[in-house]
Nanobody
């Protein structure tokens, strides 16, 4: 499975961005999808995840400010992020795997990431 993330960019604090991830390859498997991020000097962390059936999970830091969704027919997953803060600045990675949740262990495939920069 290949994952291509897009939609990153520069936004002011309080603004919004919509990240997208397109999956290709062996997409017939019913993968859970997730977004993770890595900020400079920090470990990669979970942002949001969604199961094949649409069950969603969010990190506390993003709950209420983001919405993850997927279109199984199009093999895409999106992350709408609102009220962005400078602390949200990071490279955002799309991932696919067996288990939806905050652990990277459940993710088997990773995209290259898209940079989100939030200015104050």
């Amino acid at each position: 499975v290949q994952l291509q993330a897009s939609g990153g960019g520069l936004v002011r604090a309080g603004g919004s961005l919509r990240l997208s991830c397109a999956a290709s390859g062996r997409t017939s498997n019913r993968y859970a999808m997730g977004w993770f991020r890595k900020a400079p000097g920090k470990e990669r962390e979970f942002v949001a995840g969604i199961s094949w059936s649409g069950i969603t999970v969010y990190a506390d830091s993003m709950r209420g400010r983001s919405t993850i969704s997927r279109d199984n027919a199009k093999n895409t997953v999106n992350l709408q992020m609102n009220s962005l803060k400078p602390g949200d600045t990071a490279v955002y990675y799309c991932a696919a795997g067996r288990v939806v949740g905050s652990s990277e262990d459940g993710m088997d495939y990773w995209g290259k990431g898209t940079l989100v920069t939030v200015s104050s």
